[in-house]
């Protein structure tokens, strides 16, 4: 097992919710079972709809949430056993909104800084230093040094976010949604950054995002989630080429590209996305499926390797029930 | 084809502290029947306020002028307040990107629903009741009667979307106006209510102007489109001209931002428009796009710079020629 810097397997996070007077608390598994392997340089994209759990599992990966069982190994320590300062140090996140991920009442340089001084390991003469470092690092002028984020415009505090991610130099970066907030112009920027920064410092990303543009773009691999699990997993080219999960056929289907003449295409998913207070019995995804049979309702799908290094959690691709499926695989 | 709504030179100014902002300026423009125009741009451009401006739904303080709106003929700058309200929710449907914040949280989606017609036509509650029903199934939700009694925050986004665009189509308007119908979605969610959109248009013979800033949902839905810029039509034609041949720099510059698969390189750098949009405040001299383009020259900061009408469809807001842009555009690329 070399060259994984962060692993988990099997993890899984339960919420209790809608407890009230007259109701019971309900479980809900925001993530269910995720095993997932990132490999120092990787950029792994995390793709799937809202509410599928990928921003529970970002939180968990940065120790920011405990796993309600499963564990989760950075560098082969368990997460849960790092020192904090350590883990802070070593993974870092950029999240979506640079309008309420920056404290509004501190300097774009007190921002930036901050955790230097948190982790106290410096004058105020190398803080400036490094300051000044990163910021020319991530194409911010000097002399926004003094200013607040509100005189900033989005770019530039997404660029903040980035900075201050950056100084002290970790190992991973999550990217929760780092461009959903950003004017197309503006985004494309970011993103050109972001892999600048990934050649120069040698930087590990997990890009959680729904654009599959961008994450076809920039990942090299990529993991498909569906109400709290992982339906399928595979390098970025393979997966772009020859998506075998329906539902990862549907969302790629789904993608709109800028390409006139194409018309709207129709995924054939049902409206409704379940209730995942109740997610439906054997394969989550079978009431939406095109493809679904008797087993899909009766038995949860196991991952089935794909290729290498690549799953797809299908009863299609699984032999021991490809009786049920004739064409569907084809 | 005869046009449906003509925009011609439409403006409009809020007044504030720091001067007079001008956020929309000489819009000029045509839908025709049964049609979709595209009004894409990025955030701050005007487009939304363009969609206020139609239907007189600005904010108090906004001056609105220009020389006319012909909807159906008719001067929409003429009409009075009461006439307006008689047209809105009747023969011109508008939805608006958060499905939640639109529809009241107090009342059912059926209250809401017949209500619109109730105030429009005269029919009776349960005709009103009928058509709501009707709908409802048109728009793909199942358990049309039961969804009915239920409360917006009862339904997914998606669902409160179809509810929406069922809602507008109460009085079979002419037109509807989208405001990022979409945006708040997911994206299987986002193409099915955009398939659902273009089904229902071409059944009733609605024309529609959907505002959005993704190029993506412009090249599949529009007929037309119409690109803005800092409170100006920069550039307009149908979608296949403009997308296979952009004139205006800001045009290809956007088009250039978006990774198209298969087409863009993996991890190569994607274009980027360098710079941040003026201040609308006051007048801008010359070209408002000038700071950011890589074309720019000594002329373009003076004096305004007219759209150039190539043909009925195709007009573009910039000095140099179409064969000009075109070559300086390949020069470009050559020299990256």
């Given at each position: 097992m070399t060259g994984a810097l962060l692993e988990t397997f099997d993890v899984t996070r339960s919420f209790a919710v809608g407890a009230g007077i007259f109701s019971q608390k309900q479980m809900l598994k925001a993530v269910n079972g995720v095993s997932l392997r990132v490999n120092k340089g990787d950029v792994?994209?995390?793709?799937?709809?809202?509410?599928?759990?990928?921003?529970?599992?970002?939180?968990?990966?940065?120790g920011l949430l405990p796993a309600s069982s499963g564990s989760i190994l950075f560098d082969g320590k368990p997460v849960s056993h790092l020192p904090r300062l350590e883990l802070a140090r070593r993974i870092q996140p950029i999240f979506q909104d640079p309008y309420s991920s920056l404290n509004?009442?501190?300097?774009?340089?007190?921002?930036?800084?901050?955790?230097?001084?948190?982790?106290?390991?410096?004058?105020?003469?190398?803080?400036?230093?490094?300051?000044?470092?990163?910021?020319?690092?991530?194409?911010?002028?000097?002399?926004?040094?003094t200013n607040y984020p509100s005189q900033l415009s989005g770019g530039q505090r997404q660029r903040v976010a980035i900075?201050?991610?950056?100084?002290?130099?970790?190992?991973?970066?999550?990217?929760?949604?780092?461009?959903?907030?950003?004017?197309?112009?503006?985004?494309?920027?970011?993103?050109?950054?972001?892999?600048?920064?990934?050649?120069?410092?040698g930087l590990t990303y997990i890009l959680i995002s729904h654009n599959l543009a961008i994450v076809e773009h920039i990942a090299t691999r990529v993991?498909?989630?569906?109400?709290?699990?992982?339906?399928?997993?595979?390098?970025?080219?393979?997966?772009?080429?020859?998506?075998?999960h329906p539902y990862t056929q549907a969302l790629l289907a789904s993608v709109l590209t800028p390409e006139p003449g194409l018309g709207i295409p129709d995924a054939q998913l049902g409206v409704e996305f379940p209730n995942p207070m109740d997610p439906p019995a054997g394969c989550t995804f079978h009431p939406r499926c095109p493809h679904a049979a008797v087993v899909c309702s009766r038995k949860a799908p196991r991952p089935v390797p794909r290729g290498t290094a690549g799953f797809t959690e299908?009863?299609?691709?699984?032999?021991?029930?490809?009786?049920?499926?004739?064409?569907?695989?084809? | 084809m005869s046009a449906l709504l003509e925009v011609k030179n439409l403006n409009v100014d809020i007044p504030l502290a720091a001067g007079i902002l001008h956020p929309v300026q000489d819009l000029t423009f045509s839908v025709d029947k049964g049609q979709t125009l595209c009004i894409v741009g990025e955030s701050g451009c005007g487009k939304s306020l363009t969609?206020?401006?139609?239907?007189?739904?600005?904010?108090?303080?906004?001056?609105?002028?220009?020389?006319?709106?012909?909807?159906?003929?008719?001067?929409?700058?003429?009409?009075?307040d009461r006439q307006m309200a008689d047209l809105r929710g009747n023969r011109v449907g508008m939805i608006f990107q958060e499905p939640m914040t639109s529809l009241n949280p107090s009342f059912t989606i059926g209250n809401q629903m017949e209500e619109m017609m109730l105030r429009h036509r005269r029919v009776s509650r349960n005709e009103a009741r009928e058509r709501a029903t009707y709908l409802l199934q048109k728009v793909g939700i199942v358990g049309a009667e039961r969804r009915l009694k239920q409360y917006p925050h009862q339904l997914s986004g998606g669902l409160r979307q179809r509810v929406m665009i069922a809602m507008t189509l109460m009085c079979g308007p002419d037109l509807i106006i989208a405001d990022e119908p979409t945006t708040a979605l997911d994206v299987t969610i986002q193409a099915q209510i955009l398939l659902l959109l273009a089904e229902l248009q071409r059944e009733f013979g609605m024309a529609l102007i959907l505002i959005t800033?993704?190029?993506?949902?412009?090249?599949?839905?529009?007929?037309?489109?119409?690109?803005?810029?800092?409170?100006?039509?920069?550039?307009?034609?149908?979608?296949?001209?403009?997308?296979?041949?952009?004139?205006?720099?800001?045009?290809?510059g956007l088009l250039s931002?978006?990774?198209?698969?298969?087409?863009?390189?993996?991890?190569?750098?994607?274009?980027?428009?360098?710079?941040?949009?003026?201040?609308?405040?006051?007048?801008?001299?010359?070209?408002?796009?000038?700071?950011?383009?890589?074309?720019?020259?000594?002329?373009?900061?003076?004096?305004?710079?007219?759209?150039?009408?190539?043909?009925?469809?195709?007009?573009?807001?910039?000095?140099?020629?179409?064969?000009?842009?075109v070559a300086r555009a390949t020069e470009l690329e050559m020299a990256e």
């Open positions: 792994l994209g995390l793709v799937g709809e809202s509410g599928c759990g990928k921003s529970t599992l970002a939180l968990m990966l940065l509004p009442r501190k300097s774009i340089g007190d921002i930036i800084s901050l955790p230097l001084r948190v982790h106290g390991a410096s004058t105020a003469a190398e803080r400036q230093r490094k300051v000044d470092e990163i910021m020319e690092l991530v194409g911010l002028p000097q002399r926004y040094i900075a201050r991610a950056l100084i002290m130099r970790p190992e991973i970066v999550i990217c929760d949604e780092p461009t959903s907030a950003l004017d197309v112009s503006v985004q494309s920027q970011i993103l050109n950054l972001l892999m600048d920064l990934r050649q120069e410092l993991s498909v989630m569906y109400l709290g699990r992982i339906v399928e997993e595979k390098e970025t080219e393979a997966l772009f080429r020859r998506a075998e299908c009863h299609i691709y699984d032999e021991a029930e490809s009786v049920s499926f004739k064409s569907a695989a084809a | 969609s206020l401006a139609l239907m007189d739904l600005l904010p108090k303080k906004a001056v609105r002028t220009g020389t006319s709106i012909l909807f159906d003929g008719e001067d929409l700058l003429k009409k009075s800033h993704d190029l993506g949902i412009v090249a599949r839905v529009a007929d037309r489109l119409a690109v803005m810029y800092a409170g100006q039509i920069v550039e307009q034609g149908n979608v296949e001209d403009v997308f296979g041949e952009p004139l205006h720099p800001y045009t290809r931002c978006i990774p198209v698969p298969g087409k863009t390189e993996r991890g190569a750098h994607l274009g980027s428009i360098p710079g941040i949009v003026p201040s609308m405040i006051g007048d801008i001299e010359g070209c408002h796009f000038r700071d950011r383009c890589p074309h720019a020259w000594m002329d373009c900061a003076k004096g305004g710079v007219d759209l150039r009408a190539l043909d009925q469809l195709r007009a573009y807001r910039c000095l140099m020629s179409p064969s000009d842009s």
